[in-house]
């Protein structure tokens, strides 16, 4: 994205050479140059999008559509979007004050403020064009993909002691991940270290990794934890960690879209 990484540096106050602050953002108010960022981020085709309304705790999803002047008035601009998911979206966003919209690349974290318009047609929405758009350094390379038993991923983890058990995977990043298990499994204590083991016969690519415990949690009669992935450099085992994530996340949002027009 190197469109993205000028814009940055361009509208961005941090000292060239500055430790980086993942917390620092930049804000661009030009037009023109808002509408370029969103051309681009959608060249290749609908970009997934989260959403979030108001003050509802709520995200929803969609896909930003590729050209934002097909329906263009003569003094103004506007976006369009495809149904959301969960379809419930599809009525809550009628009477939202305002939309948040937030979109993702492997380096950066892009959001916006917009109102719904108008509804084009039954799975096609118009949204007003932001005056601002802030951009954000994302320390993780993809969104976090929730996965599902049917795609058969193995997770074993083994702690310190040298103990190993079988887990369900519930959601992975390329920062992290979540699991949980329906049997009991061994105490982990807050900021240990898990070796995590994978093996998707999708991707006939198993893979090793360790994390550091984040916290744990307990869901009805499930008993998980979070945990944060543990990588010294860019080497091949965050590689192939993006290609797995990667995959997932593919997967997914051929489900969403799938879903989005027989809606």
């Known amino acids: 994205m190197e469109f993205l990484d000028f814009i940055y540096k361009m509208h961005s106050t941090e000292e060239e050479g500055a430790i980086i602050n993942p ?19 959608t060249m290749e085709g609908d970009q997934p999008i989260r959403l979030h309304f108001g003050r509802q705790i709520f995200n929803y999803h ?10 263009q008035a003569a003094d103004s601009l506007y976006l369009l979007i495809d149904a959301l998911d969960p379809p419930i979206g599809n009525i809550r966003i009628r009477s939202s004050q305002f939309i948040d919209i937030q979109m993702f690349t492997k380096k950066y974290f892009l959001g916006f403020r917009v109102s719904y318009l108008d509804l084009v047609k039954k799975n096609l929405f118009k949204l007003s064009f932001p005056n ?37 995977l519930r959601d992975i990043s390329v920062g992290g991940l979540c699991f949980d298990c329906k049997e009991n499994i061994p105490k982990i204590n ?58 997932m996340q593919l997967k997914y949002l051929k489900r969403r879209k799938k879903y989005f027009k027989e809606w």
């Open 132 to 168: 601002e758009l802030m951009v954000k350094r994302e320390k993780r390379a993809s969104i976090r993909v929730k996965t599902d038993s049917k795609w058969k991923i193995s997770t074993l983890i083994t702690r310190e002691a040298g103990i190993t058990f079988p887990v369900q």
């Open 190 to 247: 807050k900021a240990s270290t898990l070796t995590c083991q994978f093996e998707w016969k999708e991707l006939d690519a198993p893979l090793t990794l360790s994390a550091s415990v984040v916290e744990g949690f307990v869901e009805e009669d499930l008993c998980g934890y979070r945990g944060r992935f543990l990588f010294d450099s860019y080497d091949d085992s965050l590689r192939a960690l993006e290609r797995m994530v990667s995959a």
């Open 23 to 41: 917390n620092h953002k930049v804000t661009v108010t030009d037009p023109k140059l808002i509408s370029q960022i969103i051309m681009m981020m």
């Open 62 to 71: 969609s896909y930003l559509k590729v050209n934002i002047r097909e329906f």
